[in-house]
């Protein structure tokens, strides 16, 4: 085996990465658009894809520990890239293993920043459904009005239907 397996299989990770990235821009979409059954559609299709990167990263720690045993070190050490590539000989093959692992570093921060985004996103949607469900519902009047806090005379009770806040 040449480190031409393990250059295959983390362009194929690149290839599924840039896949989430895709799906990480139509979610940003539907999150704005408050479109809930695209939003689950595209978490499923995630799931399936997240499946796919587990089974190409197990590949990939298979197709390294080989690489490693057929040069002679018989350590169970996970060596990232840039310690592995330190022991690719082959200049041709070191630049195209650097190149990939410079290209996969991309795609991932670039999705990490996708990913935040629309955790935000999302957050800032739960937000302004809480407020609105404060508004409607209605806040109780011990929150409005000041009452001595010695006084437990006070209505306790919530005016809406339900507690939001809980």
Known sequence: MSVHTLIDLLE???TVHHHMLDLAA???KVIIANEVESLIKIMNQEAKLVKQI???EQKRAVS???YLRE???KSELNLNLTELSRLVFDVEEKKRLLAIQEKLSETLQKLKRANELNQKLIEQSLSFIDLSLDILVGRPNQDVTYHHPADRSGNMARSGLFDSRA
């Open 64 to 66: 390294a520990q080989q």
């Open 54 to 56: 587990e089974i190409l």
């Open 26 to 28: 139509e979610k940003k």
């Open 12 to 14: 194929q990770l690149d």
């Open 71 to 73: 040069r002679g070190i």
